[in-house]
């Protein structure tokens, strides 16, 4: 039965891009053994204050013998809750892949690609990924940018599976629409989720699967009564729980729904357990947890693709990586333990 003695948090200003910020929970119970979750930003002040004020001193000295049941303690805190079920799953010696439910081994990825400031530029970009392995791409449209370059990548790829990711940028369908007549296999987050009508009305007239971006069980069960797509995308990120992730899979898969799970930002932790997640039965789309570049990960080995490929941990128990607790350290800007 898992008791937790220490619990250590860590804000991190990560080395890539726009530099973006990170908190990882170290979890250590009695017997030694430890566990790590991470959140990334936005919000990152609101989960610092709820880790130092509540939810990590609640967490010590709990007995309890599943995560579910810490579920109310660990609520608003998915960087703990994450932690709570990699130490959970150590502890058992089982992959939190499994753990989850999941049972595949290695899973298919997409490589997403932005807008670009030309065709040929952006049909050369597609070529590099597809030489690297992958099979399957996913391009970033928007009003403006998407018929054009949508056929002019199908024209120079004929074959190859192709999603797009709208973002939530239109409000007519009619350009999506129109992207149907180029083999798109997923029309990711045409609208806002909370506009079920249009997204229903889009599905309507189109072959590809909508795949809405839904970030409660409120919002799928509004999405699925509307009959307003046919894919979820899944981000472990936008929920409290793994639990509630685990829910909203489950509710997508009954409704015979296909489901992306998607996970790309901070150190790696917040990846792994994308693609633990992304090893769900239901999660049968390519899925999209290949960025930021693995130089910038603290977690051996890197999660990311290898030849369009990622392959889950099944050999490690827990989220089966390990954390460079030296470069940790370095990169932290506030630390503190209870």
């Not at 959970?88 to 989850?100: E, F, I, S, T, Y």
Request: proline content about 7%; glycine content about 10%; aromatic content about 4%.
């Amino acid at each position: 039965m898992p008791r937790v003695r220490e619990i250590e948090v860590f804000r991190l200003t990560l080395p890539y891009g726009r530099r973006p910020e990170s908190i990882l929970v170290r979890l250590t119970d009695h017997g030694g053994m430890t566990g790590w979750g991470e959140v990334v930003e936005p919000g990152l002040d609101k989960a610092w204050a709820t880790l130092e004020e509540s939810l990590a001193p609640a967490l010590i000295g709990v007995d309890w013998e599943h995560p579910d049941e810490l579920d109310t303690i660990s609520r608003g805190g998915s960087a703990a809750d994450m932690a709570c079920w990699d130490l959970w799953a150590r502890m058992r010696g089982v992959p939190l892949a499994h753990a989850l439910g999941g049972s595949r081994t290695s899973l298919m990825a997409t490589v997403r690609i932005g807008g670009d400031r030309s065709l040929e530029s952006l049909v050369a970009r597609v070529n590099q990924q597809v030489c690297g392995g992958y099979a399957h791409v996913t391009l970033d449209v928007q009003p403006g940018w998407d018929v054009e370059p949508v056929r002019a990548v199908r024209q120079a790829f004929p074959g190859l599976p192709m999603s797009v990711d709208a973002q939530a940028a239109y409000t007519e369908i009619e350009a999506l629409v129109a992207l149907d007549s180029y083999d798109i296999a997923v029309i990711e987050r045409p609208f806002g989720t909370t506009d079920p009508v249009t997204h229903a009305v889009l599905q309507d007239r189109v072959s590809a699967a909508v795949a809405v971006d839904a970030g409660s069980d409120t919002e799928l069960v509004a999405h699925v009564s509307a009959g307003s797509a046919r894919a979820l995308l899944l981000r472990p990120a936008r929920f409290p729980s793994l639990s509630d992730v685990r829910r909203v899979h489950d509710r997508a898969m009954a409704a015979g729904w296909e489901i992306l799970c998607a996970g790309g930002q901070g150190t790696g932790l917040a990846r792994a357990a994308a693609v633990a997640v992304a090893a769900m039965p239901g999660c049968t789309l390519p899925c999209d947890v290949t960025q930021p570049p693995r130089s910038a990960q603290i977690v051996n080995p890197p999660v990311g693709a290898a030849g369009g490929v990622i392959a889950v941990p099944l050999t490690q128990p827990g989220l089966g990586h390990t954390v460079d607790e030296a470069r940790l350290r370095r990169l932290a800007t506030m630390s503190f333990t209870a």
